[in-house]
């Protein structure tokens, strides 16, 4: 119930949704004034309670053609665009999540004794805490090199994909390690990894789960997939340190 304006991708052309052509849908601004429109908010979530998260109906309502974003036909061009920007600020939230599972551990293992040493000295618990640090590096440098090409206003879809994908399914294996090291304290709110733990699987999920990068990735690497043009591409950004 927070923003006025909305971001609606619908079919406008009937015969090319029947035959599944993109090129049919278009993207709408849809305001919170229209007739029709209602809209609320999920209050039973288990993680993300940082951010609301809602959902919105549309009943007859109507749009009027200045509120057309872009072409009547480039609405999946332009889906495709944002989700590349959505991917990579999960890819970097998921990167950090993955740190501060590490940092968490790595503070809680040299604190805790068990059988009169630091858990720390344990074998196992290094192993995870090795685990987290390795999937943190590559997560952190698959994200910075797409920002990068981001910046060098270069296609970046397979790269930002390749980001969010490793760095999510990371994110959830070091969330779950980090309960694990923490052991019973883990499972309650006295330490920070229980909320990593329930944060860590939206970010699976949302902006393309894991089973569409997973396919994707695999199509880039045998040649079914090749990205087609974008409807625009940012120029290079120019640092004002330049």
């Keep these: 119930d927070v923003a006025d304006h909305f971001l609606v ?11 599944r052509d993109p090129s049919g849908l278009t993207a709408f601004i849809v305001e919170r004034g229209f007739k029709g429109f209602s809209s609320g908010t999920m209050k039973e979530k288990w993680g993300i309670l940082a951010g609301n998260t809602g959902y919105f109906k549309m009943d007859e309502m109507e749009v009027p053609s200045e509120n057309v974003l872009g ?3 480039e609405g999946f061009k332009i889906a495709m665009f944002a989700l590349d920007q959505g991917r990579y600020t999960v890819a970097a939230g998921a990167a ?4 501060a599972c590490r940092d968490a551990s790595a ?19 290094k192993a995870m805490i090795a685990q987290m640090e390795s999937d943190y590096q590559a997560a952190r440098l698959l994200w910075l090199r797409s920002g990068w090409m981001k910046n060098e206003g ?17 994110s959830e294996r070091a969330a779950s390690n980090a309960v694990q090291v923490h052991g019973a304290n883990g499972y309650s709110d ?11 699987k939206g970010a699976v999920i949302y902006e393309g789960t894991r089973e569409i990068h997973t396919l994707m990735q695999a199509d880039y690497v045998l040649g079914y997939r090749q990205d087609g043009l ?11 340190e330049q």
């Design 96 to 99: 950090g999540l993955i740190r």
């Design 190 to 200: 006295e330490y920070p990894v229980g909320r990593f733990f329930r944060n860590c």
């Design 107 to 125: 503070a809680y293992a040299k604190e805790r004794r068990a059988f009169g040493v630091e858990i720390a000295q344990h074998q196992l618990v």
């Design 154 to 170: 270069q296609r970046n879809t397979r790269e930002t994909s390749l980001a969010k994908w490793f760095a999510t399914v990371a």
């Design 9 to 19: 991708f619908a079919w406008t052309d009937m015969e090319k949704k029947r035959q």
């Design 230 to 240: 974008t409807r625009c591409q940012l120029p290079a950004y120019a640092s004002s």
């Design 71 to 73: 072409r009547a036909g």
